[in-house]
Protein backbone atom coordinates (compact mmCIF):
# COMPACT_ATOMS: atom_id res chain seq x y z
CA UNK A 1 0.00 0.00 0.00
CA UNK A 2 2.54 2.11 0.74
CA UNK A 3 4.49 1.67 -2.59
CA UNK A 4 0.96 2.19 -4.59
CA UNK A 5 0.29 5.95 -2.49
CA UNK A 6 4.32 6.87 -3.30
CA UNK A 7 3.55 5.81 -7.54
CA UNK A 8 0.29 7.69 -7.09
CA UNK A 9 1.43 11.26 -5.28
CA UNK A 10 5.03 10.53 -7.69
CA UNK A 11 2.94 11.02 -10.94
CA UNK A 12 0.69 13.97 -9.47
CA UNK A 13 3.94 15.52 -8.60
CA UNK A 14 5.75 14.55 -11.20
CA UNK A 15 2.92 16.45 -13.25
CA UNK A 16 2.63 19.84 -11.12
CA UNK A 17 6.49 19.75 -11.09
CA UNK A 18 6.94 19.74 -14.95
CA UNK A 19 4.51 22.30 -15.40
CA UNK A 20 5.14 25.07 -13.24
CA UNK A 21 6.68 23.84 -9.30
CA UNK A 22 5.53 22.76 -5.89
CA UNK A 23 5.29 19.26 -6.71
CA UNK A 24 7.28 18.11 -3.29
CA UNK A 25 4.78 19.80 -0.98
CA UNK A 26 2.55 16.73 -1.87
CA UNK A 27 5.36 14.48 -1.78
CA UNK A 28 7.42 15.21 1.13
CA UNK A 29 4.83 15.45 3.79
CA UNK A 30 3.92 11.76 2.07
CA UNK A 31 7.49 10.59 2.92
CA UNK A 32 7.34 12.01 5.96
CA UNK A 33 4.00 10.71 6.69
CA UNK A 34 5.05 7.06 5.75
CA UNK A 35 7.73 7.26 8.65
CA UNK A 36 10.91 9.13 7.36
CA UNK A 37 12.24 11.68 9.24
CA UNK A 38 12.51 15.31 7.56
CA UNK A 39 15.95 15.31 6.90
CA UNK A 40 16.20 11.57 5.31
CA UNK A 41 12.74 12.38 3.50
CA UNK A 42 14.10 15.85 2.03
CA UNK A 43 17.22 13.52 0.31
CA UNK A 44 15.01 10.68 -0.67
CA UNK A 45 12.72 13.37 -2.42
CA UNK A 46 15.82 13.99 -4.59
CA UNK A 47 15.99 10.74 -6.20
CA UNK A 48 12.45 10.80 -7.64
CA UNK A 49 12.89 14.50 -8.96
CA UNK A 50 16.37 13.75 -10.43
CA UNK A 51 14.39 10.93 -12.67
CA UNK A 52 11.44 12.68 -12.97
CA UNK A 53 13.56 15.63 -14.81
CA UNK A 54 15.23 13.24 -17.03
CA UNK A 55 11.84 11.74 -18.20
CA UNK A 56 10.66 15.23 -18.68
CA UNK A 57 13.65 16.36 -20.61
CA UNK A 58 12.89 13.40 -23.11
CA UNK A 59 9.66 14.42 -23.28
CA UNK A 60 10.04 18.07 -24.44
CA UNK A 61 12.78 16.61 -27.09
CA UNK A 62 10.22 14.25 -28.58
CA UNK A 63 8.06 17.71 -29.41
CA UNK A 64 11.11 18.98 -30.45
CA UNK A 65 11.66 21.79 -27.62
CA UNK A 66 15.54 22.50 -27.78
CA UNK A 67 17.17 24.73 -25.30
CA UNK A 68 21.01 24.13 -25.96
CA UNK A 69 23.29 25.24 -25.06
CA UNK A 70 21.66 27.71 -22.61
CA UNK A 71 20.22 25.56 -20.57
CA UNK A 72 23.47 23.29 -19.61
CA UNK A 73 25.06 26.62 -18.59
CA UNK A 74 22.32 27.75 -16.25
CA UNK A 75 21.97 23.84 -14.80
CA UNK A 76 26.21 23.98 -14.12
CA UNK A 77 25.58 27.67 -12.21
CA UNK A 78 22.99 26.17 -10.27
CA UNK A 79 24.73 22.69 -9.59
CA UNK A 80 27.56 25.06 -7.90
CA UNK A 81 24.99 27.00 -5.86
CA UNK A 82 23.11 23.29 -4.98
CA UNK A 83 26.11 22.13 -3.16
CA UNK A 84 26.25 25.25 -0.74
CA UNK A 85 22.46 24.55 -0.58
CA UNK A 86 22.42 21.29 -0.06
CA UNK A 87 25.06 20.98 2.78
CA UNK A 88 23.03 23.54 4.47
CA UNK A 89 19.98 21.67 4.02
CA UNK A 90 21.67 18.42 5.53
CA UNK A 91 22.73 20.25 8.79
CA UNK A 92 19.92 23.18 9.50
CA UNK A 93 16.26 23.13 9.42
CA UNK A 94 14.09 25.76 7.87
CA UNK A 95 12.92 28.98 9.93
CA UNK A 96 9.58 29.68 10.49
CA UNK A 97 10.65 33.67 9.89
CA UNK A 98 11.64 32.44 6.25
CA UNK A 99 8.72 30.47 5.61
CA UNK A 100 6.86 33.75 6.15
CA UNK A 101 9.07 35.82 3.87
CA UNK A 102 8.73 33.44 1.06
CA UNK A 103 5.24 33.16 1.94
CA UNK A 104 4.85 36.89 1.10
CA UNK A 105 7.26 36.79 -2.30
CA UNK A 106 5.03 33.82 -3.67
CA UNK A 107 2.05 35.76 -3.58
CA UNK A 108 3.66 38.53 -5.09
CA UNK A 109 4.38 36.31 -8.10
CA UNK A 110 0.91 35.29 -7.87
CA UNK A 111 -0.33 38.79 -8.18
CA UNK A 112 2.76 39.58 -11.37
CA UNK A 113 1.42 36.86 -12.82
CA UNK A 114 -2.21 38.15 -12.83
CA UNK A 115 -1.85 41.33 -13.75
CA UNK A 116 1.47 40.99 -15.72
CA UNK A 117 0.52 42.55 -19.94
CA UNK A 118 -0.14 38.87 -21.65
CA UNK A 119 2.33 38.59 -24.64
CA UNK A 120 2.20 36.72 -28.17
CA UNK A 121 4.93 33.95 -28.31
CA UNK A 122 5.02 35.10 -32.00
CA UNK A 123 6.27 38.82 -30.40
CA UNK A 124 8.62 37.32 -27.60
CA UNK A 125 12.30 38.20 -28.39
CA UNK A 126 14.25 35.76 -26.39
CA UNK A 127 17.44 37.53 -24.67
CA UNK A 128 20.10 34.50 -23.45
CA UNK A 129 22.94 36.54 -24.46
CA UNK A 130 25.78 39.36 -23.64
CA UNK A 131 24.56 41.16 -20.53
CA UNK A 132 21.20 38.66 -19.98
CA UNK A 133 23.02 35.69 -20.63
CA UNK A 134 25.82 36.62 -17.35
CA UNK A 135 22.54 37.65 -15.16
CA UNK A 136 21.22 34.60 -15.70
CA UNK A 137 24.41 32.64 -14.69
CA UNK A 138 24.42 34.61 -11.62
CA UNK A 139 21.06 34.24 -10.68
CA UNK A 140 20.89 30.79 -11.15
CA UNK A 141 23.40 30.08 -8.67
CA UNK A 142 21.19 31.59 -5.51
CA UNK A 143 18.33 29.30 -7.24
CA UNK A 144 20.79 26.14 -7.08
CA UNK A 145 21.72 27.60 -3.57
CA UNK A 146 17.48 27.53 -2.23
CA UNK A 147 16.95 24.05 -4.43
CA UNK A 148 19.57 22.10 -3.18
CA UNK A 149 18.44 23.46 0.29
CA UNK A 150 15.02 23.37 0.13
CA UNK A 151 13.96 21.84 -3.06
CA UNK A 152 9.85 22.67 -3.03
CA UNK A 153 8.94 25.68 -5.40
CA UNK A 154 12.11 25.82 -6.79
CA UNK A 155 10.74 25.63 -10.53
CA UNK A 156 8.52 28.43 -9.70
CA UNK A 157 11.81 30.36 -9.23
CA UNK A 158 13.11 29.00 -12.49
CA UNK A 159 10.10 30.24 -14.25
CA UNK A 160 9.67 33.30 -12.80
CA UNK A 161 13.09 34.28 -13.65
CA UNK A 162 13.65 32.78 -17.33
CA UNK A 163 10.14 34.31 -18.43
CA UNK A 164 10.37 37.40 -17.05
CA UNK A 165 14.09 38.48 -17.82
CA UNK A 166 14.80 36.58 -20.99
CA UNK A 167 11.46 36.73 -22.55
CA UNK A 168 11.28 32.87 -23.01
CA UNK A 169 7.91 31.47 -23.49
CA UNK A 170 6.56 29.27 -20.43
CA UNK A 171 6.24 26.23 -22.27
CA UNK A 172 10.31 26.47 -23.01
CA UNK A 173 11.22 27.78 -19.38
CA UNK A 174 9.69 24.64 -18.60
CA UNK A 175 12.12 22.77 -20.79
CA UNK A 176 14.80 24.82 -19.44
CA UNK A 177 13.94 24.04 -15.85
CA UNK A 178 14.08 20.34 -16.64
CA UNK A 179 18.16 20.50 -17.34
CA UNK A 180 18.91 22.74 -14.97
CA UNK A 181 16.88 20.71 -11.94
CA UNK A 182 18.77 18.12 -13.40
CA UNK A 183 22.24 19.76 -12.79
CA UNK A 184 21.70 20.49 -9.35
CA UNK A 185 19.40 17.75 -7.85
CA UNK A 186 23.08 15.27 -8.81
CA UNK A 187 24.98 18.25 -6.75
CA UNK A 188 22.20 17.68 -4.01
CA UNK A 189 22.05 13.73 -4.05
CA UNK A 190 25.75 13.26 -3.52
CA UNK A 191 25.63 15.03 -0.55
CA UNK A 192 22.80 13.56 1.34
CA UNK A 193 23.99 10.29 0.11
CA UNK A 194 27.39 11.07 1.75
CA UNK A 195 25.50 12.07 5.19
CA UNK A 196 23.62 8.89 5.03
CA UNK A 197 20.18 10.66 4.32
CA UNK A 198 18.21 8.88 1.81
CA UNK A 199 15.84 5.99 1.64
CA UNK A 200 16.92 4.36 -1.59
CA UNK A 201 13.37 2.05 -1.93
CA UNK A 202 11.14 4.56 -1.13
CA UNK A 203 12.92 7.28 -3.65
CA UNK A 204 12.70 4.89 -6.40
CA UNK A 205 9.79 3.65 -5.68
CA UNK A 206 8.62 6.76 -5.92
CA UNK A 207 10.56 8.09 -8.95
CA UNK A 208 8.27 5.66 -10.78
CA UNK A 209 5.20 7.94 -10.42
CA UNK A 210 6.95 11.20 -11.02
CA UNK A 211 8.80 10.44 -14.33
CA UNK A 212 5.10 8.80 -15.87
CA UNK A 213 3.72 11.85 -14.71
CA UNK A 214 6.59 14.15 -15.86
CA UNK A 215 6.51 12.34 -19.60
CA UNK A 216 2.83 12.88 -19.63
CA UNK A 217 2.98 16.55 -18.52
CA UNK A 218 5.89 17.49 -20.94
CA UNK A 219 3.88 16.79 -23.77
CA UNK A 220 0.96 17.83 -23.00
CA UNK A 221 1.73 21.39 -22.12
CA UNK A 222 3.50 21.65 -25.35
CA UNK A 223 0.57 20.57 -27.11
CA UNK A 224 -1.83 23.06 -24.68
CA UNK A 225 0.60 26.03 -24.91
CA UNK A 226 1.51 28.68 -22.34
CA UNK A 227 -2.17 29.69 -21.24
CA UNK A 228 -2.09 26.32 -19.04
CA UNK A 229 1.62 26.63 -17.76
CA UNK A 230 0.34 30.18 -16.68
CA UNK A 231 -2.90 29.17 -14.62
CA UNK A 232 -1.06 25.89 -12.93
CA UNK A 233 1.54 28.58 -12.30
CA UNK A 234 -1.13 30.86 -10.30
CA UNK A 235 -2.74 27.80 -8.52
CA UNK A 236 0.86 25.71 -7.43
CA UNK A 237 1.97 29.20 -6.14
CA UNK A 238 -1.04 30.68 -4.33
CA UNK A 239 -0.71 26.88 -2.71
CA UNK A 240 2.22 27.20 -2.05
CA UNK A 241 1.95 30.85 -0.19
CA UNK A 242 -0.46 29.58 1.92
CA UNK A 243 1.53 25.86 3.07
CA UNK A 244 4.65 28.32 4.05
CA UNK A 245 2.36 30.63 6.14
CA UNK A 246 0.55 27.51 7.76
CA UNK A 247 2.90 25.24 8.00
CA UNK A 248 0.83 22.70 10.48
CA UNK A 249 -1.10 22.11 6.86
CA UNK A 250 -0.50 18.65 5.14
CA UNK A 251 2.22 18.06 8.27
CA UNK A 252 2.43 14.49 9.84
CA UNK A 253 0.06 15.52 12.49
CA UNK A 254 -2.48 16.85 9.83
CA UNK A 255 -2.28 13.71 7.56
CA UNK A 256 -3.11 11.63 10.60
CA UNK A 257 -5.58 14.01 11.44
CA UNK A 258 -6.93 13.51 8.38
CA UNK A 259 -6.92 9.78 8.10
CA UNK A 260 -8.35 9.27 11.78
CA UNK A 261 -11.30 10.83 10.49
Known amino acids: MNYILLILIGFVAGIINTISGGGSLLTLPMLIFMGLPSSIANGTNRIA????NFSATAGFKSKNINTFPFSIWLGVSALFGAIVGAYLGSIYFKDEIFNKILAIVMLLVVVYMI?????????????????????????????????????????????????????????KTNA????????????????????????YTFGLVMAIGNALGAWFASRW??????????????????????????????????LQQMVNK
Open 221 to 254: SVNKGDGIVRWFLIVMVTFMAIKLWFPQLFTLHF
Open 176 to 199: IKTVVVIFYTIASLVIYAYNDKIN
Open 49 to 52: ILIQ
Open 115 to 171: FKPKSSINKLQEKTSGKYFWLQVILFFFIGIYGGFIQAGTGIFIILALHSISKISLV
